[in-house]
C-alpha cells in the first residue's frame, strides 16, 4: 500500500520532501506516489507547501524550479 509507506516515510524523515524524493525512498513509482499525496493532502495526513525556483536552489542540484514539499 502506497499511502501508508509514504506517511512512513515522511515519519522517519527530518525534512519535508519531494515526491521524487519519496518515490526513490520507497522505490516506487512517482506517478503512484502523486496520486496517493494527493489523497494524503486531501485528507489531512500529509502537509504540502509549495516553494518558488529561488528556494527550491537548496533541494535541487540543477538549477531551480518551483516545487511542492511535503511534511507530517
Known amino acids: 500500500m502506497v499511502q501508508g509507506e509514504v506517511i512512513e516515510c515522511l515519519e522517519k524523515s527530518k ?9 526513490e525512498a520507497i522505490k516506487d513509482d512517482p506517478i503512484k506516489v502523486s496520486h496517493a499525496l494527493r489523497q494524503l493532502v486531501k485528507w489531512k495526513e500529509v502537509k504540502c507547501m509549495e516553494i518558488n525556483r529561488h528556494q527550491s536552489k537548496k533541494y535541487l542540484k540543477h538549477g531551480g ?8
Do not use: D, E, H
Open 15 to 23: 525534512v519535508p520532501m519531494s515526491r521524487t524524493q519519496i518515490a
Open 65 to 72: 524550479r518551483r516545487m511542492r514539499l511535503y511534511y507530517i
